[in-house]
């Protein structure tokens, strides 16, 4: 199946990010969000991450324009109707991506295959809201998109081998690196990333060491680039409890429950670097 122009559903941190990423690559991409305001925001956002490429010799700067004018921003999501591939991305709620699955199954045509970048949600449950269930699968992004090389691959229970296929075929042609994952609450990565926050989060919860210790000893004990609170300002607290919930609902093993303190700084609106306050402040 020939793919040449994607529809990306959602403009946030991730969405600007894969819009970003499948335009470099030299698909054309309509990038779909309910707020102008983020649609705004995204472009601004790609527009600095694409010179930021620049400096680094990834591309020339008399290329950006080009790359800018094969993304599409739009708040009626009827246009996502022309494209070939969607790729949703909108915020960690199931019953949110249920919702979009279900109208993106009427709008496009039945031959599109619908991914959805979630880093935690039943691609089954997202399949089976649709009427093309063998049409549907997982396509996790790694934060920040432009950077990461790895894309997570989940495939459903009902997904095709055709499906899979084209899928891994498309992340290539965008640089990546696919792994396969089989349809399990928090897939490779988050399984193991996120509760490795969480006891960060205990053990800052407890007064057993600062956030700045804490982050200097995974950083320096374990050669990790950033430590794990300093990556959850990073991925949103909101995000990191919303994956923490989904996993300890489907495993209902108390080693996955949230951290009240995680609870507690989502519910005061403390999510990171996107509100300028988290574990650290970033006024």
Do not use: C, W
């Given at each position: 199946?020939?793919?040449?122009?994607?529809?990306?559903?959602?403009?946030?941190?991730?969405?600007?990010?894969?819009?970003h990423v499948f335009a470099l690559s030299g698909f054309d991409v309509v990038m779909y969000d309910?707020?102008?305001?983020?649609?705004?925001?995204?472009?601004?956002?790609?527009?600095?991450?694409?010179?930021?490429?620049?400096?680094?010799?990834?591309?020339?700067?008399?290329?950006?324009?080009?790359?800018?004018?094969?993304?599409?921003?739009?708040?009626?999501l009827e246009h996502i109707a022309s494209v070939?591939?969607?790729?949703?991305?909108?915020?960690?709620?199931?019953?949110?991506?249920?919702?979009?699955?279900?109208?993106?199954?009427?709008?496009?045509?039945?031959?599109?295959?619908?991914?959805?970048?979630t880093s935690s949600i039943s691609i089954t449950k997202l399949a089976i809201s649709t009427k093309r269930p063998d049409k549907v699968l997982g396509?996790?992004?790694m934060n920040p998109?432009?950077?990461?090389?790895?894309?997570?691959?989940?495939?459903?229970?009902?997904?095709?081998?055709?499906?899979?296929?084209?899928?891994?075929?498309?992340?290539?042609?965008?640089?990546?690196?696919?792994?396969?994952?089989?349809?399990y609450a928090g897939f490779i990565v988050n399984r193991i990333l996120?509760?490795?926050i969480n006891e960060a989060i205990f053990v800052l919860q407890e007064g057993i060491a600062s956030a700045e210790d804490i982050d200097k000893a995974m950083k320096l004990g374990t050669n990790q680039p950033m430590g794990p609170l300093t990556l959850a300002d990073f991925i949103g607290l909101d995000t990191v409890l919303a994956i923490q919930n989904v996993l300890y609902e489907n495993f209902k093993d108390p080693k996955y429950r949230p951290a009240p303190?995680?609870?507690?700084?989502?519910?005061?609106?403390?999510l990171g670097r996107k509100t300028s306050r988290g574990f650290y402040s970033y006024q």
């Open positions: 199946m020939q793919i040449e122009r994607v529809g990306v559903v959602g403009a946030g941190q991730m969405g600007n990010g894969i819009a309910i707020s102008q305001d983020q649609l705004d925001k995204a472009k601004v956002t790609i527009e600095k991450n694409l010179k930021r490429q620049v400096k680094k010799g990834v591309l020339k700067e008399d290329e950006i324009e080009g790359v800018l004018d094969r993304i599409v921003a739009t708040t009626n070939d591939y969607v790729v949703e991305a909108s915020p960690e709620n199931e019953q949110l991506k249920v919702e979009l699955f279900k109208k993106l199954d009427d709008i496009v045509d039945e031959h599109v295959i619908l991914a959805s970048n396509m996790h992004f998109v432009p950077v990461m090389k790895l894309v997570e691959m989940i495939r459903g229970l009902t997904t095709s081998d055709e499906t899979y296929n084209t899928a891994i075929e498309l992340a290539k042609k965008l640089g990546k690196e696919p792994v396969l994952s089989k349809d996120i509760p490795m303190l995680l609870v507690k700084m989502v519910e005061a609106g403390y």
